[in-house]
T-cell receptor, first 111, second 113 residues
Framework: KNEVEQSPQNLTAQEGEFITINCSYSVGISALHWLQQHPGGGIVSLFMLSSGKKKHGRLIATINIQEKHSSLHITASHPRDSAVYICAVRELGGSQGNLIFGKGTKLSVKP | SAVISQKPSRDICQRGTSLTIQCQVDSQVTMMFWYRQQPGQSLTLIATANQGSEATYESGFVIDKFPISRPNLTFSTLTVSNMSPEDSSIYLC??????????FGPGTRLLVL
């Protein structure tokens, strides 16, 4: 069983739609990251969460530590949001540097 | 924050050859990480590189195949040795910042023929 599970694996949306990507994990964590990877391969960190909710522009990330679940929401989606979104966790007591990554959600927003 | 650059951004190599990937950070960092992302897969940690000590390799990765240098606090190299088509991946350099943040380089896209 993967320690970090994301759903859906693939998501196609029309421009303007509200999008939700889910992440569940099975280990105790000190932090959860939402990352964005564009086709070129580079990765950008969107959020780092240890509790509650964070908002940045049209992006909102929430985490429920008790349920070991996080969601990434995109409001008023746009074709430029098309990318792979990756959830990653830093395990409590784990190797200092290691993040455990989900397999990613490939989002395609159509105009 | 930390800005990370990698060279080369992409390369096409013949099997049996070696490629060295460079990672430069705009600030001094203690821990640098090298990840591999095979096609359609999530990122996998290859090794952690600390300045002044040997790199620590994850299970399934060995120094002979992926030698790493860390000559100072802003620079590291990863060499992919004796390449085979299975080494075709994106290789990413990453650093841990303060307060659990983590930053990633733009990646090196490698194709081995």
């Amino acid at each position: 069983k993967n320690e970090v599970e994301q759903s859906p694996q693939n998501l196609t949306a029309q421009e303007g739609e509200f999008i939700t990507i889910n992440c569940s994990y099975s280990v105790g964590i000190s932090a959860l990251h939402w990352l964005q990877q564009h086709p070129g391969g580079g990765i950008v960190s969107l959020f780092m969460l240890s509790s509650g909710k964070k908002k940045h522009g049209r992006l909102i990330a929430t985490i429920n530590i008790q349920e070991k679940h996080s969601s990434l929401h995109i409001t008023a989606s746009h074709p430029r949001d098309s990318a792979v979104y990756i959830c990653a966790v830093r395990e409590l007591g784990g190797s200092q540097g290691n993040l455990i990554f989900g397999k990613g959600t490939k989002l395609s927003v159509k105009p | 924050s930390a800005v990370i650059s990698q060279k080369p951004s992409r390369d096409i190599c013949q099997r049996g050859t070696s490629l060295t990937i460079q990672c430069q950070v705009d600030s001094q960092v203690t821990m640098m990480f090298w990840y591999r992302q095979q096609p359609g897969q999530s990122l996998t940690l290859i090794a952690t590189a600390n300045q002044g000590s040997e790199a620590t390799y994850e299970s399934g990765f060995v120094i002979d195949k992926f030698p790493i240098s860390r000559p100072n606090l802003t620079f590291s190299t990863l060499t992919v040795s004796n390449m085979s088509p299975e080494d075709s991946s994106i290789y990413l350099c990453s650093v841990k910042g303060g307060w659990e943040t983590q930053y990633f380089g733009p990646g090196t896209r490698l194709l081995v023929l």
